[in-house]
């Protein structure tokens, strides 16, 4: 069958053996990277200064990603019909696991700017700096095949403080 000269450019040569899975894969095809900026205003590109940095620096660009991608999908700068009337849940496990409490506060500030809700599963050691800027922070138990979720809080002044 003879391809239309519009489409010859376009047409894979599917090769045998070659799995299947490259040709399916849309990294084969798309290349994605962010860019960086600094205070002093020097660009780079993560993918440069991935091996370099700390895990919390190459996590938060990732964060920040996903956020935006999250307030475009649920269409939050759109006011208007069905489009505002949206739970804009994010949910996300392990969250923060290399992130410093200043990078967590800025991220958890940047989710709510975007007016995005979320579910934070994290590591025991976050919990002490999500769960101060969190509307409702749970601990989760677990005994034998039984899990509970259990409200976490603090005593202040001998007063139960939710949070």
């Known amino acids: 069958m003879e391809v239309p000269s519009f489409f010859r450019h376009k047409v894979i040569s ?55 991608s999250f307030a475009q999908l649920y269409q939050v700068n759109n006011l208007s019909g069905l489009a505002n009337n949206t739970v804009r849940l994010v949910v996300f496990d392990e969250a923060f696991n290399k992130m410093d409490s200043d990078r967590i506060i800025e991220s958890v500030r940047l989710l709510r700017k975007l007016g995005l809700q979320a579910i934070i599963c994290t590591p025991p ?13 749970f601990v989760m138990t677990k005994n034998k095949y039984q899990m509970c979720a259990l409200p976490f809080g603090k005593e202040i002044d001998g007063e139960w403080i939710r949070m």
């Open 14 to 68: 599917i090769r045998s053996d070659i799995p299947i899975e490259r040709y399916t894969d849309f990294r084969t095809y798309l290349k994605f990277d962010l860019e960086t900026t600094d205070q002093n205003g020097s660009k780079q590109l993560l993918s440069q200064t991935l091996n370099t940095k700390s895990g919390g620096e190459t996590q938060t660009p990732f964060y920040i990603a996903m956020l935006a």
């Open 125 to 137: 050691e976050k919990a002490q700096d999500i769960a101060p800027i969190a509307d409702r922070t």
